[in-house]
């Protein structure tokens, strides 16, 4: 048996190919961002620890010092990546149209986690 292809279905992929392109790529900035803001979250939360520490240990204060939360800094930077990468693997055979409805929604799942991990971080340090 041969296989049959209907005239316009390598046209019709191709544009769907471009679609699911420009889906990932438009997403891939989107968390780009919100993976550049974990980073930086994490580059203020660590300096403004090591400064209080700092100033605490200087004072003579040392029961005063308080932990930088890696566990939660390092789980805020992966999550957006993360969330990228599945969304992409689980779309890669997926119209363009389904390509982003999946990213929007991981987007909004890594959103809501990356924004309660904004929030929660510096709660823990409480300066």
Known sequence: MTAVERPGTRSRSA??????LVVWVVFAVLF??????????????????????EFVGSAGG????????????????????????VAVVVTRRSTAVVTAAVLVVAFAAAGALWLGLQLYVPSLVDL
Not at 15 to 20: C, I, K, P
Request: zero cysteines; a positive charge; glycine letters at 6%.
């Open 62 to 85: 040392a029961s005063l010092k308080r932990p930088v939360p890696w566990l939660w800094l390092v789980v805020d930077v992966v999550v957006p990546p993360l969330a990228y990468a």
């Open 15 to 20: 544009r769907g190919l471009v679609g699911r």
């Open 32 to 53: 780009a961002y919100m993976t550049a803001q974990s980073v930086g979250n994490l580059v203020v939360v660590t300096d403004k620890l090591q400064k209080f520490n």
